[in-house]
């Protein structure tokens, strides 16, 4: 098998993370969700009770020491944290420091590995814009709603509905990397689909 690269991009609760992990447990990849670093920062800034929008002074401290048991932190995909991470991701310094790290994670893929599958909202655009296949996963914000409420039942729907109409805003307008869809991506509109479903969709179009 050819050492391959797999970028999925899409809005928050659209199911790319799920996808990302079946694909790369299918292929035998190597698999990070760009997201959930965004997350666990987020995460670090509500734990120090820093400011969303004023903390670079703790830029060292906040990236320091990502393993991938910190990343696996359910608590990372409340909504709360999800909300902090759109805020924090806006913020030019913090893309540039996490950058390298994720290009680190492509390089020894293909050097070490038969290759690597990222998801998040930047990866098929700024991350791997020259990756083998980029895929754009998507659904309706009611739909992802309804996804993450049947993930997190003890919140309420209507405020995981407004928080991720808010992310959506957040992410497709912000100045650096704003979630949009790549130049050759491939759209994956799941709204209707199941996870296998969507799964066997996707394995239509990779060709090893």
Do not use: H, W
Request: hydrophobic fraction near 40%; charged fraction near 25%.
């Amino acid at each position: 098998m050819k050492k391959i690269v797999i970028a999925i991009d899409g809005p928050s609760a659209s199911g790319k993370g799920t996808l990302a992990k079946k694909i790369a447990s299918y292929f035998n990849l190597d698999y990070l969700n760009t997201g959930a670093i965004y997350r666990l920062i987020g995460l670090r800034v509500i734990d120090q009770k820093l400011d969303p929008y004023n903390f670079e002074d703790y830029l060292t401290i906040l990236t320091k020491n990502i393993s991938e048991q910190d990343l696996e932190n359910e608590e990372l995909f409340s909504e709360k944290v999800g909300a902090i991470a759109s805020i924090i991701a806006k913020n030019k310094n913090l893309r540039n420091s996490i950058f390298q790290f994720q290009r680190d994670f492509v390089n020894n893929g293909k050097t070490n590995k038969n290759g690597c599958v990222l998801d998040g909202r930047d990866t098929t655009t700024v991350i791997c814009p020259d990756a083998d296949y980029k895929f754009f996963v998507t659904a309706d914000v009611e739909i992802r709603a309804q996804r993450r409420f049947r993930q997190f039942p003890n919140q309420d729907y209507q405020e995981i509905l407004a928080q991720l109409k808010s992310r959506d805003d957040n992410d497709f307008n912000r100045a650096e990397s704003p979630l949009k869809i790549a130049d050759g991506a491939i759209i994956i509109d799941n709204g209707n689909l199941t996870i296998a479903d969507s799964f066997t969709k996707i394995l239509e179009y990779i060709k090893i």
